[in-house]
């Protein structure tokens, strides 16, 4: 029986345990995207977890979702990036890059003054934090249908950059209400070609982008992140047949290729829902609980040595514990996360955790 504590194989991605660090939005690069010296440190501090999956990275000026996001579509992004894959390589630890498009979910005032692009010209109807405080989120232009390879091919490029700067992988951005995920939902996605209407159409250019990335990096690189029925930045899919039928149609179109892992984001982990999808993909799975609670030790244990999936993903628990894998394993008393300083500038919150003595 697999423990958290046990070592796994994810495609070319060897785990040193089954405590994966989820990506995590933490708002530290500038305008320019390019990750510092700080994130060498941070990511490095956190070597402790099997795998570290990095923040959303933005594959291009347009997706950009949110102040101080990093980016993967420039020379001196991916010179940033290599300086921390090489500290976390040198550290003992395996890293992949999670790559995202924010679809209409960005800002002007954060993307150079772009309108921003999804399925449908819908808008959102939230707020987003931007370079002047908290703004609604305009209305983003209907992408057309010749664009659509575009985007596919932006994914790859960001990819290929990811393996140049020395990742050991990508985790493709499916979820939380972000343009893969907003094609996939019936809310946001209201278009009348090959791209909307049917469960299946809906799930096509997901399909295209994942297929594309592992024919740019390799299958054995390449994983998926989704987030079904999250209901979150308004992405809803309320209807469950629904839902079913959308992820088993990606899952489908996906089946043949043996990714790396696919990474599931569900509140309901016990579920018959959360199950299907697991036998699905028929691959290594992670596993992390949503944004309602801390995954705790409790729960993570539950996940892997009940066997609902093959590791566990945590956010906020390895945000204020850099060594939490070696605190659980060996029962040290925890840091509490401080939310106040998720998403502020500088190393406060950040790389100042203290490890346990």
């Known amino acids: 029986m697999a423990t958290l504590f046990t070592p796994a194989q994810a495609g070319a991605l060897k785990l040193h345990n089954r405590v994966t660090m989820a990506a995590l939005t933490r708002s530290r690069a500038g305008d320019d995207g390019i ?16 795998l570290i999956v990095t923040e959303g990275t933005s594959t291009g000026d347009v997706g950009k979702a949110f102040v101080g996001q990093p980016g993967i579509h420039t020379e001196e992004q991916i010179a940033g ?4 894959a090489e500290s976390v390589h040198a550290a003992g630890g395996t890293i992949v890059m999670q790559i995202m498009h924010g679809g209409r979910l960005t800002l002007p005032s954060i993307n150079n003054g772009e309108q921003s692009v999804a399925p449908s010209a819908i808008a959102p109807g939230v707020e987003l934090h931007g370079a002047n405080g ?11 249908r010749e664009e659509l390879s575009g985007i596919v091919a932006e994914f790859a490029t960001a990819a290929r950059n990811a393996i140049r700067a020395g990742m050991d992988g990508v985790e493709i951005h ?21 791209y909307g209407g049917s469960a299946e159409n809906r799930a096509r250019l997901l399909i295209e ?23 979150i930045q308004g992405a809803i899919e309320e209807d469950r047949a ?17 990714l790396a892992y696919l990474s599931i984001l569900n509140i309901e982990i016990d579920s018959q829902f959360v199950a299907d999808l697991r036998t699905q993909f028929g691959g290594f799975t992670l596993l992390n609980s949503g944004f309602g ?41 925890l840091n509490a996360p401080n939310p106040a300083t998720f998403y502020t500038p500088g190393e406060e919150g950040y790389t100042d955790y203290p490890f346990a003595e």
């Open 293 to 333: 609670e801390m995954t705790e030790l409790d729960q993570a244990r539950h996940i892997v040595q009940d066997d609902l999936a093959d590791a566990v993903a945590v956010g906020r628990l390895l945000i204020a514990n850099p060594d939490l894998v070696e605190r659980w394993e060996n029962g040290l008393k």
């Open 174 to 194: 499916g979820a939380n209400g972000y343009l893969l995920h907003q094609f996939l939902a019936p809310t946001s996605n209201l278009r009348t070609d090959e």
């Open 209 to 231: 982008v994942v297929r594309a990335v592992a024919q740019e990096i390799g299958a054995e690189r390449t994983a998926l992140r989704i987030s079904p029925r999250h209901n």
């Open 81 to 84: 990036w290599r300086r921390v």
């Open 242 to 258: 629904d839902a079913a039928k959308t992820y088993a149609a990606l899952l489908a179109g996906i089946a043949d290729l043996g």
């Open 35 to 50: 990750p510092s010296h700080l994130h060498v440190e941070y990511y490095t501090q956190r070597v402790s977890a099997g």
């Open 134 to 144: 908290r703004e609604e989120v305009p209305a983003p232009r209907a992408l057309e």
